[in-house]
């Protein structure tokens, strides 16, 4: 027999498991969920955005309708693999990861910021789909739209609507042509209301009939 953790109804109607781990700093949206044994830090939640069992976000930053599989993880630190002789961080680092160093200053940036001044290790734009067992550098930003393959290892930014996917990561294919996105640019539906959106909802199921509804001037421009 399997028991299930309860969840947790938050203001703003976001669900948290009860054995996911919050700190006081991180900011959820409206209908957010967060699964099981999950740790979340510093970090922002769009709306209706779900993050899968055992995954672990610090210091991200994540948009709008979001889909997060489990065990995927942010890795904000670095060792330098060129020009130091050693990657050891008794050698670069004061903060004695080892237990000891043998420098008495920090000698090599090691923590990686998408923005150095609000503490942002990674940004996750909209209606991004991360699949399965996915690490992420910090220190880079994923575009809105864009897809992650399952396994992936991301050490560079992805561009907006992008599919990439290896290690590391590499762009296989775009999801749509240059003049759809640009129209998903423009529109930015994942800003709109849920009402409108779900007014709207049986033109997302394809592009195209999105993009004709536009062109007729239909009530969603």
């Known amino acids: 027999m399997v028991f299930y953790k309860p969840y947790i109804y938050f203001k703003y109607k976001a669900k948290v498991s009860a054995s996911a781990v919050l700190s006081r ?22 709306y209706g955005t779900y993050i899968g069992q055992k995954s672990k976000l610090a210091n991200t930053h994540v948009g709008a309708y979001c889909s997060i599989a489990n065990n995927v993880e942010v890795l904000p630190y ?16 004061v903060l004695k990861q080892a237990g000891f160093t043998y420098t008495t200053q920090q000698l090599f940036n090691e923590e990686l910021f998408f923005d150095r001044e609000k503490k942002i290790h990674l940004k996750i734009g909209n209606d991004v789909w991360i699949g399965t067992n996915v690490l992420i550098m910090g220190g880079i930003e994923i ?18 609507f992008d599919i990439v996917g290896g290690v590391p990561a590499k762009v296989i294919n775009s999801r749509f042509n240059a003049e759809q996105i640009e129209l998903l640019n423009k529109i930015q539906w994942w800003n709109r209301s849920p009402e409108w959106i779900k007014q709207n ?21």
Do not use: R, W
């Not at 700093?25 to 769009?46: D, Q, R, W, Y």
């Not at 060792?79 to 680092?93: E, K, N, Q």
């Not at 909802?201 to 421009?221: C, N």
């Open 78 to 93: 670095t060792h330098p693999s060129s020009t130091f002789v050693s990657t050891h961080p008794a050698f670069f680092s």
């Open 25 to 46: 700093s991180t900011f959820l949206s409206e209908n957010c969920t967060i699964h099981s044994k999950v740790v979340v830090a510093n970090s922002s939640i769009g």
């Open 143 to 160: 575009g809105d739209g864009a897809i992650i393959a399952a396994g992936s290892v991301v050490t560079k930014n992805v561009k907006a």
């Open 201 to 221: 909802s049986e033109l997302f199921k394809d592009i195209q009939v999105f993009e004709k509804a536009i062109e007729k001037s239909h009530p969603i421009v």
